[in-house]
């Protein structure tokens, strides 16, 4: 693990309020919200042990990518990504060097359909894995300026101790069953796998014109009871 990273995780970090609630745009848009906890009861476990038990054959597929590799220069230890689903306008993720050229696998994680019986239609997804003691150095993710801030989720399949950091928040709690929206492009994060075991994780982004009513309002209601109070 190079320095920086190694001092990122263990400062201690000041915490982070919203200076004044800025509920006068859609949820998705707003920039000074690092991340938001949704509660949504999901049941990981099935997908966390499909993936662990074929772990090398699911990783060795077409839309396996070693991301250090594809990274232009070494600032993480070797993580692997699954790609799932990819209905994301993929020629300009492309141009930005936001994603490896992959199709995705056949692979079916059930999350992804219980996200989508909520509604949600998911433009991409994709399964990370990191080894024990894997980290990636703080960075923060290409902003596009068509990709709202707060469409990505990021969802813990593995019962971790927290492992996202974020400046200058702290560590986000990985709670089970919990989705995470995370503005990955405004904040700057870092990852370290502090267990013993493989850390999967599904992220991913879905479609902000067809968000149910029902989960937009539960977003809202989660950034209340979170931030703006
Ligand atoms: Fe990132």
């Given at each position: 693990?190079n320095?920086?990273t190694?001092?990122?995780?263990?400062?201690?970090?000041?915490?982070?309020?919203?200076?004044?609630?800025?509920n006068?745009?859609?949820?998705?848009?707003?920039?000074d919200?690092p991340?938001?906890?949704l509660?949504?009861?999901?049941?990981?476990?099935?997908d966390r042990?499909?993936?662990e038990e074929?772990?090398?054959?699911?990783?060795?597929?077409a839309?396996?990518?070693?991301?250090?590799e594809?990274?232009?220069?070494?600032?993480?230890s070797?993580?692997?990504?699954?790609?799932?689903?990819?209905?994301?306008?993929?020629?300009?993720?492309?141009?930005?060097?936001?994603?490896?050229e992959?199709?995705?696998?056949?692979?079916?994680?059930?999350?992804?359909?219980v996200?989508e019986?909520?509604g949600?239609d998911?433009?991409?997804?994709?399964?990370?894995?990191?080894?024990?003691?894997g980290?990636?150095?703080?960075?923060?993710?290409?902003?596009?300026?068509?990709?709202?801030p707060?469409?990505?989720?990021?969802?813990?399949l593995?019962?971790n101790?927290p492992?996202?950091?974020?400046?200058?928040?702290?560590?986000?709690?990985?709670?089970?069953?919990?989705v995470?929206?995370?503005?990955?492009?405004?904040?700057?994060?870092?990852i370290?796998?502090q267990?013993?075991?493989?850390?999967?994780?599904?992220?991913g982004?879905?479609?902000?014109?067809s968000?149910?009513?029902?989960?937009k309002?539960l977003?809202?209601e989660?950034?209340q009871?979170?931030?703006?109070?």
């Amino acid at each position: 693990m190079n320095k920086y990273t190694r001092d990122f995780h263990s400062a201690e970090f000041p915490g982070y309020r919203v200076s004044a609630p800025t509920n006068d745009k859609p949820f998705w848009q707003r920039r000074d919200l690092p991340f938001v906890d949704l509660d949504l009861n999901l049941s990981v476990d099935a997908d966390r042990q499909y993936l662990e038990e074929n772990y090398h054959e699911l990783f060795s597929e077409a839309g396996s990518v070693n991301v250090r590799e594809w990274y232009e220069f070494p600032h993480s230890s070797e993580w692997k990504k699954l790609v799932l689903k990819n209905n994301t306008s993929a020629v300009e993720l492309n141009k930005h060097k936001l994603v490896p050229e992959t199709r995705p696998t056949a692979v079916q994680i059930n999350t992804v359909n219980v996200l989508e019986q909520l509604g949600l239609d998911i433009l991409y997804a994709s399964v990370l894995c990191l080894e024990p003691n894997g980290w990636l150095q703080p960075h923060r993710d290409q902003k596009i300026n068509a990709v709202p801030p707060l469409n990505y989720f990021w969802i813990p399949l593995s019962q971790n101790l927290p492992s996202l950091k974020i400046w200058p928040y702290g560590y986000v709690e990985s709670k089970p069953g919990h989705v995470y929206l995370f503005n990955n492009q405004d904040w700057i994060h870092s990852i370290r796998n502090q267990q013993a075991h493989r850390r999967f994780v599904l992220i991913g982004r879905f479609a902000v014109e067809s968000l149910p009513k029902t989960v937009k309002t539960l977003v809202e209601e989660a950034i209340q009871d979170q931030w703006d109070q």
